[in-house]
């Protein structure tokens, strides 16, 4: 009896071996993320994209165990780089970090008769991390102390200045025209390849205004290059107490530039999970918060489900800004 228990017990533990064995390979599989992850800035370096994916890189690669390498891939206000990521292979390794502009760029060639690089439904949100207002900016040597004094020289002659731009219907574009609008003035778009060139064009005399994520802005508004006028937001920021919102200075508008990751909509859902779960854990470090408020971004982690919503309205709002705008050749 002992040596037929005996033999039982070792044809269990061998089966038990071959089980084990034979799972080992797929749970290997099911690792994720098997290799560095690439998260991609639609953005040329020194805007908003940038700045945000260069903060979330380190939390979220110790929070993966895997390299997170921030590669740029600029044109057409974002449109180019987003496309790219709709399209990539949905292993969750290629993540967009998109401004606020991916949600109405299709809607914008539509707009303009041309065929979009990729639709929305292409991609899924994955987590939101900073909402910003723009900044309205003109060079200190500029005749225009106010948004007052900025829109009654426009409505004097209209069209005839100029503001450079990140590209057609990016944030820096459509925080312009959304002003322009409830102001009734026309301005005339300069557009540039991203953010930090259009803010250049302002410093280089190029343009006379322009508007810029706070990130961006503080550094050349304590330098005393530039002056802020105005900021697109609902209440006024706190590092810049004395400059007042669109709707205080009289014009009922409102903009944000938000920062937000993306993967292909095809990604598996245990993927997208992994993603989430990572993403939130990097966002609750205190490295990630810390490094937010030494950029002076307004840190606004919001999970998939909120964020969709949140990007939905967003859109909803942006798009009758686009149809307003109309056809941009």
């Not at 401004?99 to 299709?106: D, G, K, N, R």
């Not at 939101?128 to 409505?155: E, H, I, N, Y």
């Not at 245990?270 to 810390?290: E, H, N, P, T, Y």
Request: glycine share 8%; with cysteine; hydrophobic share 45%.
């Amino acid at each position: 009896m002992k040596r037929l228990c005996l033999i039982h017990a070792t044809r269990r533990a061998a089966l038990l071996l071959v089980l084990t064995a034979c799972a080992a390979p797929t749970l290997a599989q099911d690792a994720f993320p098997s290799g560095p992850i690439t998260l991609l800035v639609p953005n040329p370096p020194g805007g908003a994209s940038d700045i945000n994916a260069r903060i979330l890189a380190d939390p979220w690669s110790s929070v993966l165990k895997q390299p997170v390498v921030v590669v740029h891939k600029p044109g057409m206000g974002g449109a180019i780089g987003a496309a790219q990521v709709a399209k990539a292979k949905p292993d969750g390794l290629t993540v967009l970090m998109a401004l606020s502009s991916v949600v109405v760029a299709p809607e914008a060639e539509k707009v303009s008769g041309r065929k979009p690089l990729y639709e929305l439904e292409q991609l899924e949100p994955i987590a939101l991390l900073s909402s910003d207002p723009m900044v309205v900016l003109v060079r200190s040597d500029s005749p225009w102390r106010t948004l007052a004094d900025l829109v009654k020289a426009a409505k004097e002659k209209p069209g005839a200045i100029n503001y450079s731009s990140s590209g057609n219907f990016g944030p820096i574009h459509l925080s312009v025209e959304m002003l322009a609008h409830q102001a009734g003035i026309k301005l005339t778009q300069v557009p540039f390849n991203g953010g930090g060139p259009s803010l250049l064009a302002l410093l280089g005399g190029q343009v006379e205004l322009t508007t810029a994520a706070p990130a961006v802005a503080l550094a050349q508004i304590q330098s005393g290059k530039v002056r802020p006028l105005a900021t697109s937001g609902a209440k006024r920021l706190p590092m810049l107490p004395d400059v007042p919102t669109y709707r205080e200075a009289g014009f009922d508008a409102e903009y944000h530039i938000w920062a937000g990751l993306y993967v292909p909509a095809s990604t598996p859902p245990a993927v997208i999970q992994a993603l989430r779960d990572s993403v939130g854990k990097a966002a609750r470090s205190a490295s990630m918060s810390q490094a937010m408020q030494k950029q002076s971004i307004i840190f606004d982690y919001r999970d998939a489900p909120d964020f969709a919503r949140f990007a939905e309205e967003d859109r909803v709002r942006m798009t009758r800004v686009v149809r307003a705008i109309g056809k941009i050749d």
